[in-house]
C-alpha cells in the first residue's frame, strides 16, 4: 500500500488516515481532498449522477463546481483515527 525506504521514518497518523480515506470511499462512493481528516466535508465521486447523489444524500451537497460535490462525511463507521 505504502512503501517507504527503511531509512525513512514512519507517520502513523497518516497510516490511520489512508485507512479510513480507503474504507469511506469504499462503502459511499466517494472521495477524499487533499488534506482531509476524519469528519471533514468529503466529495461526491464523479461517477455518481446527481439523480442517485440526490437519493443518498437528500440534504443537498455544495457545489462549488458543476463537476465538484462536497458533502458532509456519512457516519463516523471508520476503524483508525476518525473512530467513534
Not at 10 to 36: G, M
Not at 61 to 72: E, G, H, T
Request: hydrophobic share 30%.
Amino acid at each position: 500500500m505504502l512503501r517507504y525506504p527503511m531509512t525513512t521514518g514512519r507517520n502513523f497518523d497518516e497510516v490511520l488516515r489512508v485507512l479510513d480515506s480507503i474504507q469511506l470511499t469504499a462503502k459511499h462512493q466517494l472521495a477524499t481532498p487533499v488534506n482531509w481528516k476524519p469528519g471533514d466535508d468529503v466529495i461526491i465521486s464523479g461517477s455518481v449522477p446527481d439523480d442517485e447523489a440526490r437519493k443518498k444524500y437528500p440534504g443537498g451537497w455544495k457545489a462549488p463546481k458543476p463537476y465538484l460535490r462536497s458533502v458532509p462525511q456519512p457516519g463516523r463507521q471508520c476503524t483508525g483515527m476518525g473512530a467513534t
